[in-house]
């Protein structure tokens, strides 16, 4: 059973461009929440999708955005980067009935130069 | 959710039992304590949670004190697999909810051969 599977793992953007990061939920999963890591600190959440809808959103810009596919997959877009875009992308899977017990990819590591 | 306060490192010899911390003076009567950890360069990994009984599963035991303000993750048998940064969360119970973890900056556990 393949768990959560982010692609591309390593990804290097120029200030300005845009990005698209992939995440797959571990099978069976329904819900999907995307996660920042900057280097030394813990990850913040950037959003939440369930049923292809956006249900939750952290403290982030609109520059920020995702989407989740029919078979619960999901992107998250950022537009014009910034260097302090740089960061470990995480994405997490879980049923939306089992709350806060979720299962981690091991992320997209994005460096803008 | 509650503010958490955990030591920013400890070190546990290898076959010891591991005792990591964590303060939540602040927790209501609803949230209940999660730890997660993260392993070097992969995405945090669900490992216990509970509300005010002691929990304990096939990773860990969870002791939260009878007044809820504190709680310690225990690793029975520390390895060197288990070095990791553990994050302790505390978290009101959503159900089918909010999916909205956050993350401090945990405590950086080194188990030593």
């Known amino acids: 059973d393949a768990g959560v599977t982010q692609s591309p793992t390593h990804l290097i953007k120029t200030r300005g461009q845009q990005v698209t990061l992939r995440c797959s939920p571990k099978?069976?999963?329904?819900?999907v929440s995307w996660y920042q890591q900057a280097l030394g600190q813990g990850p913040q959440f950037i959003f939440q999708?369930?049923?292809?809808?956006?249900?939750q959103r952290g403290n982030f810009p609109d520059r920020f955005s995702g989407h989740q596919f029919p078979n619960y997959s999901s992107e998250l877009n950022v537009n014009a980067l910034l260097l302090g875009d740089s960061a470990l992308y995480l994405c997490a899977s879980s049923l939306r009935e089992s709350g806060e017990k979720l299962f981690f990819g091991s992320g997209t590591q994005l460096s803008v130069l | 959710d509650a503010k958490t306060t955990q030591p920013t490192s400890m070190d546990c010899a290898e076959g010891r039992a591991a005792n990591l911390p964590c303060n939540h003076s602040?927790?209501?009567?609803?949230?209940?304590v999660y730890w997660y950890r993260q392993i070097h360069s992969q995405g945090p990994q669900y490992i216990i949670h509970g509300l005010k009984n002691n929990e304990t599963n096939e990773m860990a035991s969870l002791i939260i004190t009878e007044d809820r303000k504190s709680s310690t993750l225990i690793l029975p048998h520390a390895t060197l697999r288990d070095t990791a940064v553990y994050y302790c969360i505390v978290k009101r119970y959503s159900g089918a909810g909010s999916y909205q973890l956050t993350f401090g900056k945990g405590t950086k556990l080194s188990v030593i051969p």
């Open positions: 602040t927790i209501s009567g609803n949230e209940y």
């Open positions: 099978s069976g999963h329904d819900t």
């Open positions: 999708y369930y049923e292809e809808e956006e249900r």
